[in-house]
DNA sequence: TAATATTCCTACTAAGTCAATAGGATTTAT
DNA sequence: ATAAATCCTATTGACTTAGTAGGAATATTA
């Protein structure tokens, strides 16, 4: 039951641009230095998230990635979705082909469903507008300092 | 971001004792058979939740499983947690140990901190019982036929 | 044109986790 | 004794994760 680092370090990647946001593009080197995170790495997840329409990027010198939308379009749940693949909490809900016989007798499938569904509904709920913009939680919370 | 066999086996496990739970003890052998999970995969997951308090075991002839506690005292939450290890869906969350450098400038944390309470409050929620008596969740639902 | 800075692409790999299975030892009832 | 059950330790094949490697392509600038 783990986000794995892929999904962490998307996400990761999604606030940078938009703290950096300032019109232009911002290269990744520079999101691997503040991040601290390899630039081999986050390149394979940034092409991912260019390819799914969430980040413009531009080659060559001064080029760079930037935001596709306004961060208040971006959910956290449909950038996990995209680089998790999934985000169901098991695979009997995973679409369609993972059905299983015993479904309609199953005594715990309504409980994973629900559980699926308060997960979307969170991760739907928050943008990485939210993300940027905490100052109140991210000061004076009980993991600072 | 997944629930693997061992929780979901576990949590069936759970709920076909309280289903057939008529004071004696259940060989694994018939939750094997209902269940449609090999006996020997379903051995080392009982012996856990023996091992935890969960179950009652018994050797020999006539032996067998039973729950330890009344269905409404075992939680869906308490089940997971203790076979998954924990249930919390990023490494950074998982005790003290993985604790980050960056935790006190992460601007993903809290989110993170949110989704496992929501988590761990609906799972915590919801017995062994509950998952028993859901007729009308199980009847008549989307995926019932 | 040459140098430089950047993204883009394909492949590879070591380590870890998952989902079981195997083979027997031990215990208890009859 | 025999049968029916749990208990215990180890092993295995497949899959996933978390990266790394090496270079090709593109764009800017001097």
Redesign the interface.
């Known amino acids: 039951?783990?986000?794995s680092t892929k999904?962490?370090y998307a996400?990761?990647i999604m606030?940078d641009l938009a703290q950096h946001d300032n019109g232009g593009y911002t290269p990744l080197k520079e999101i691997s230095e503040r991040q601290?995170i390899s630039m081999k790495y986050l390149e394979t997840i940034i092409s991912h998230l260019n390819k799914a329409g969430f980040v413009e990027s531009v080659r060559g010198k001064g080029g760079g990635h930037r935001l596709a939308k306004p961060a208040q379009e971006l959910t956290?749940g449909s950038v996990?979705e995209l680089v998790?693949g999934?985000?169901?909490?098991?695979?009997?809900l995973e679409g369609d082909r993972n059905?299983c016989d015993?479904?309609?007798?199953c005594?715990?499938?309504?409980?994973w469903q629900?559980?699926n569904r308060?997960?979307a509904e969170?991760?739907g709920s928050?943008t990485i507008y939210?993300?940027?913009h905490?100052q109140d939680?991210?000061i004076g919370?009980d993991?600072?300092?």
Not at 86 to 92: E, G, I, K, R
Not at 102 to 105: D, I, L, P, S
């Open positions: 039951m783990k986000i999904g962490r996400l990761r606030v601290e956290v996990l998790e999934t985000l169901a909490p098991v695979s009997c059905h015993r479904a309609n007798t005594y715990t499938l309504p409980m629900e559980l308060i997960i969170y991760l928050v939210d993300l940027v905490q939680q991210l919370n993991y600072s300092i």
